[in-house]
């Protein structure tokens, strides 16, 4: 099963910016639809961006339409979340997934956004 490790949280101000990075092990990587969720304190993980295996199709949020982007590097195994125009309501831990048919989805850690007001 394909691992992953989230890098890139941290505090910003609102209105700021942060990429968030997600690096997934094995050599398939190519081949997971890869995803972004959020999960703030008290509340339920919520989907917040993916995309296909091929990278051509692109999915979000509504509240993050706009604002945040996904986008791969598969030389470099990667996915990137990169997050413009931050709001305070954006503060959550920020979760990696790897989604293909036939095998189980994957998660990383978790990397925390905390965004001031």
């Known amino acids: 099963q394909v691992q992953l490790v989230e890098s890139g949280g941290g505090l910003v101000q609102a209105g700021g910016s942060l990429r968030l990075s997600c690096v997934a092990s094995?050599?398939?990587?190519?081949?997971?639809?890869m995803g972004w969720f959020r999960q703030a304190p008290g509340k339920e993980r919520e989907f917040v961006a993916r995309d296909s295996w091929s990278g051509n199709i692109t999915y979000y949020a509504d509240s993050v339409k706009g604002r945040f982007t996904i986008f791969r590097n598969n030389a470099k195994n990667t996915v990137y979340l990169q997050m413009n125009s931050l709001k305070p309501e954006d503060t959550a831990v920020y979760y990696c997934?790897?989604?293909?048919?036939?095998?189980?989805?994957?998660w990383g850690q978790g990397t925390q956004v905390t965004v001031s007001s």
């Open positions: 094995g050599r398939t990587f190519s081949s997971y639809g």
């Open positions: 997934n790897a989604q293909r048919p036939g095998s189980p989805a994957a």
